[in-house]
């Protein structure tokens, strides 16, 4: 799979995400979106039945995090779904990543892409080293954690475009990066601490942006999500 845009769908309804779906009906492009907890809780496995209707990939983002055997179950049940790209925690361990792996893939061997969460981006160093006793660097335990997704046999990871080239340098240029943080110059930064616009994200070896609040709370949605195309996948 090539360089893409993921938009986020961070929507409390279907509602609100039909309304702004229907946005993009005659673009020539249908965006691959990304369901997160919110839109998936309370709607259910519905709605990523009817978007994959309409021709959109879907990235579906539950970050599972449990013992293997209940992973395995969880990714089980997904794989019906047929989205394109999911993900679990890094922090469950090699097992319970490869428990996934095993869950999701279809009895032909193919499987959607699966991605793990090293440390979430509101987890600062302070925390890591009071809340959860972890002494290490924070960057060499996102690296550590990202070998671990590798080896279970996972396909990247989601991380800050800034680590995206530290990454394939230290775990292999194909495993994938995923980057969420995405700001163009004078957007609300709003709770993300480290942003870049898609061009740097694009130098910086990205293979996919996740782009929500520039381009949902956009004036203009398609012409921000074409921008975003332009400057990532083109240029
Ligand atoms: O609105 P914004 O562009 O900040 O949205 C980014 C999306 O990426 C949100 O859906 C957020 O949950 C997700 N995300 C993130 N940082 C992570 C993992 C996921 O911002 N580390």
């Given at each position: 799979m090539g360089k893409d845009v993921i938009v986020a769908l961070?929507?409390?309804n279907a509602e609100k995400t039909f309304e702004f779906i229907?946005?993009?009906?005659?673009?020539g492009r249908k965006p691959f979106v990304k369901i997160g907890m919110e839109l998936f809780y309370s709607e259910g496995s519905k709605i990523v039945r009817e978007i994959k209707s309409r021709g959109h990939k879907i990235?579906?983002?539950?970050?599972l995090h449990d013992i293997p055997n209940t992973v395995k179950g969880a990714m089980r049940s997904l794989r019906?779904?047929?989205?394109d790209m999911t993900n679990v925690h890094a922090s469950g361990a090699i097992e319970m990543m490869k428990a996934a792996v095993e869950g999701l893939t279809n009895d032909d061997g193919t499987r959607p892409i699966l991605i793990a969460?090293?440390?979430?981006?509101?987890?600062?160093q302070d925390i890591m080293t009071?809340?959860?006793?972890?002494?290490?660097?924070l960057e060499e335990v996102v690296i550590h954690y990202a070998r671990n997704a590798f080896n279970a046999g996972l396909n990247g990871v989601v991380c800050s475009p800034l680590e995206a080239k530290l990454i394939h340098d230290e775990v292999g240029k194909d495993f994938y990066t995923v980057t969420p943080g995405i700001r163009f110059r004078?957007?609300?930064?709003?709770?993300?601490?480290r942003v870049t616009d898609p061009k740097k994200a694009k130098e910086l070896g990205s293979d996919f942006i996740v782009v929500g609040r520039p381009i949902t709370k956009s004036l203009d949605p398609v012409k921000t999500y074409e921008k975003c195309i332009k400057e990532f996948c083109e240029e």
């Open positions: 961070d929507f409390p229907d946005k993009f009906e005659n673009f990235f579906l983002d539950l970050k019906n779904l047929g989205v969460v090293t440390q979430l981006t509101s987890t600062s009071k809340e959860l006793l972890i002494s290490k660097p004078g957007d609300d930064v709003g709770d993300q601490a």
